[in-house]
């Protein structure tokens, strides 16, 4: 609008100089006419020159050149004048336009930078409010300036602005104080958006005087992302402090540049000691550079690296820690910094330690297992087997192994206590352990059972004399809380390579070994032997055979006679169970009863014979003539199921009474956890059957114990019975127990009676009952039923 003012003007300067130029142009083309007419006038007239009309013509034509030339004159000066005032006047408003283009330009540049800040801005006097930024009404989440008038004081008294936030109105103080007071003022202000949010801001004030006002610029700077940074910092710096872990942090030369509490209280060192030196510091020299090379290597490449290492406290203390070691890179991809974050793992080495100790070694005795002698085995043989094929060493000495087993350490063992057994071992253990070389390895492999790896044996005497060594050692008495226990031990051997050559086979051939140390009496070892080797062949093929033997009814019951000594009258039958295998023929119960116990089958086998012979004593009720049947419960059945149970089922699936069955134990069962086992004897008693400790004598059953025990029956073990006409101990032992079983009101019956010298014995000491040979071998249970009927028939 200014640009076309300014043109229009100079147009009307220009069009009033050329109007004027054209009226002097016609004025002048006129004049020319004129006196063009008068020369014409002139020329035509013929009067004299001195005529009076000649002088008048001439007079004209003077007059008419001075006119055309003064007309001239002035048309000229007017044209320049109107030139002058055109060019003036256009040059004074081309000025001013330029005046007003700069000052639009710097509103437009003001303009761009009030709405483009991201600092809100506000302008106001003391009573009004004059403008405000678009960021402004965004952090006041507000659309429009209108919403902001709560901002301006107002006089005292009105209530314009009485619902406004206090957050607004709470800067009305300070707006006053500008106004009054022209400066700059910065402070932290905290107020509410129109939505609640609470924002945190850097408020300015900076007043100064417009013309006759003073003006007021407010400029709000957010500060809530800085705060949150702020205290997500403060965070960080907490967390960086109190974290469990240490951590330190080094410049891109590895130069440490800070470290936390948790790294001092790790390494001992503060962060003064360390700041400004390089991690190395703290290495232990257990590690070799390639180690290191490689570590910083992985990290170069991948930017980062973890791993366990070993480090050196200040107190030269040596640790293990687990290590992460990350790069820390800017935008463009340099590095500026290594992060170190570790944690003292000595208490889980020390754990894994003891984790280890626990799976490779025998918490009892201190010694290795199974699992680490096998694998020392191994490792040995394969030792070994190097050694032979090398031509050096074709000569070299061989291994051996050795399992030894204590001999009748469960009599110990369930006699005094397991505690007390335990101590044993551990004594045993340490008694063996002297008598071996270091490279040698001794260890439990089995409740009593131990198993010995001997390095550079050149032949079998040398493993011999070991043997011999170990055995007499065991031969001395061990003293257990005051008891002076003797234990006697059996050994099998076995040598590498000329036996086996692989872990496997040498301990199954020094298991076959033991096993037949253990059948010859004990006491004594056994090399391993081919026709060992069938023999322990023929034992698996029994135990498979056993395992098959009740579905195929291979197994039978017969009943030997218990007889009254005064009477002679049959007071019951025990049952004892034998095996007709096909192709083995009648086994002897010698042979598969401890194989039975060995492998669970006794618990199966056992059922099955209780069953069987309470099923036979029904069938000599109903046919008049009831007697009473023992049955022999195995240590297994009596500990490992719920017996009361079973034998109150048996009874009443074979409707027999109670009173008709009896149960015999040894006393090495009953010692066996004595609480427990006098647990499960009060229920049994409950079910009205009859107890009966079998082998009598042959255990360490206290008599104090004994008279706790709900029983019914002694029963004196053959081996007492069988020397009584010759042996005066065993005269007094069975002496002993006859008077025990009266004094305690117990029914007592000797066992293995041959010879008619054993049976006066008996008598005369006026034991009650008898079983053996000299009445009765082992008979059908038909045989039973005849025998009985025919003594009914006598009575």
């Known amino acids: 609008m200014r640009k076309l003012t300014s043109h229009l003007l100079l147009t009307m300067f220009l069009v009033g100089a050329a109007s004027g130029f054209l009226v002097s142009l016609t004025g002048w083309w006129g004049l020319q006419q004129a006196g063009s007419q ?32 003064l007309l001239l004159g002035l048309s000229m000066l007017a044209t320049v004048f109107f030139c002058v005032i055109a060019a003036l006047t256009y040059r004074q408003s081309a000025a001013k336009q330029r005046q007003a283009l700069e000052l639009e330009n710097r509103h437009m540049l003001f303009r761009i930078l009030f709405d483009g800040t991201n600092e809100g801005v506000i302008l106001m006097t003391a009573d009004r409010l004059i403008d405000c930024n678009r960021a402004a009404l965004t952090l006041f989440g507000v659309d429009a ?19 406004a936030p206090p957050s607004l109105t709470g800067l009305h103080p300070r707006i006053k104080g500008a106004a009054k007071a022209p400066g700059i003022r910065t402070f932290e202000w905290t107020f509410d958006r129109h939505d609640g949010t609470l924002v945190c801001a850097e408020m300015t004030l ?28 403060h965070l960080a710096n907490q967390v960086f402090d109190n974290s469990m872990e240490g951590i330190a942090i080094t410049d891109a030369q590895g130069d440490i540049v800070k470290v936390n509490k948790a790294f001092s209280s790790i390494t001992g060192y503060n962060a003064a000691e360390v700041i400004g030196r390089n991690p190395r510091l703290l290495s232990s020299g257990r590690h070799p550079a390639p180690f290191y090379q490689a570590m910083w290597r992985m990290v170069n490449d991948t930017g980062k690296w973890q791993g366990e290492v070993w480090n050196r406290r200040k107190n030269g203390d040596i640790y293990p820690e687990w290590l992460n070691i990350s790069r820390i890179v800017d935008e463009r991809g340099d590095i500026t910094n290594y992060v170190g974050v570790f944690s003292d793992i000595s208490n889980a080495k020390l754990a894994e330690e003891r984790l280890l100790r626990q799976t490779y070694y025998d918490t009892l005795t201190d010694l290795p297992n199974r699992a680490l002698f096998t694998m020392r085995l191994q490792q040995a043989v394969k030792t070994l087997g190097t050694m032979v094929e090398s031509t050096s060493q074709m000569h070299s000495n061989g291994i051996g192994v050795l399992l030894l087993d204590l001999d009748r350490f469960k009599v110990v063992n369930d006699s005094i206590g397991h505690d007390h057994g335990d101590n044993l071992l551990r004594q045993v253990a340490h008694r063996l352990r002297r008598m071996l070389r270091e490279a040698d390895t001794m260890a439990r492999i089995g409740g009593d059972e131990f198993a ?27 003293l257990v809380n005051a008891h002076e226990l003797h234990v006697g031990g059996s050994i099998g051997i076995t040598l590498c390579p000329n036996d086996a ?40 093929h029994m135990e498979i055979g056993l395992r098959g033997a009740l579905e195929r009814n291979e197994l039978r019951l017969v009943y030997q006679p218990q007889r009254h000594i005064a009477s002679g009258d049959i007071s019951g039958v025990e049952a004892l169970v034998r095996w007709h295998e096909p192709k083995l023929g009648m086994v002897s119960p010698a042979s598969f009863i401890p194989l039975a116990e060995e492998s669970s089958l006794i618990v199966i086998i056992g059922e099955w014979i209780l069953r069987q012979a309470c099923a036979q004593a029904r069938q000599w009720l109903a046919a008049g003539v009831p007697t009473r049947v023992a049955v022999n419960v195995s240590a297994r059945q009596f500990h490992d199921g719920d017996l009361a149970n079973l034998v109150a089922a048996v009874l009443q ?25 006098l647990a499960i004897l009060d229920r049994l008693h409950a079910t009205g059957v009859k107890i009966a400790i ?56 000797a066992e293995g009676v041959e010879t008619e010298a054993q049976l006066t014995f008996l008598r005369e000491r006026q034991c009650g009952m008898m079983q053996g040979y000299l009445f009765s071998r082992p008979v059908s249970g038909d045989e039973v039923l005849g025998m009985l009927k025919k003594q009914a028939l006598a009575a």
């Open 38 to 69: 008068l020369h014409q006038l002139q020329a035509a007239s013929e009067l004299p020159a001195s005529s009076a009309a000649a002088k008048a013509i001439a007079g004209a034509i003077t007059d008419n050149e001075f006119a055309l030339q």
């Open 653 to 677: 699936e074979c409707h027999l009474p109670p009173h008709l069955l009896e149960l015999e134990l040894t006393e090495s069962i009953l010692m066996q956890n004595a609480e427990q086992a």
């Open 452 to 478: 010995l790896l001997i390095h550079d044996v050149p032949d079998a005497e040398h493993a011999a004399s070991l043997a011999r060594k170990l055995l007499d050692a065991l031969r001395e008495p061990f």
């Open 206 to 233: 900076h007043s100064a005087i417009v013309g006759s006002e003073t003006v007021i610029q407010l400029s709000i700077r957010d500060m809530t992302a800085r705060r949150h940074a702020e205290a997500s910092m």
């Open 145 to 163: 300036a209108d919403e902001l008038r709560a901002l301006v004081p107002q006089p005292h008294g009105s209530i314009s602005h009485a619902l």
């Open 501 to 540: 050559a692989d872990a496997e086979t040498l301990l199954r051939n020094a298991d076959v070994a033991l096993y037949r140390a253990k059948a010859l009496g004990g006491g004594r070892y056994q090399f391993f032997t081919q026709d060992q080797h069938v023999v322990a062949l023929e034992r698996l």
């Open 694 to 749: 079998d082998d009598f004598g042959t255990g360490y059953s206290s008599l104090s114990y004994l008279k706790r025990l709900p029983i019914d029956v002694l029963k004196i073990d053959q081996s007492f019975v069988q020397d009584i006409a010759d042996d005066a101990d065993d005269r007094a032992i069975v002496s002993a127990i006859i008077g025990l079983a009266r004094s305690l009101q117990l029914e007592v019956i």
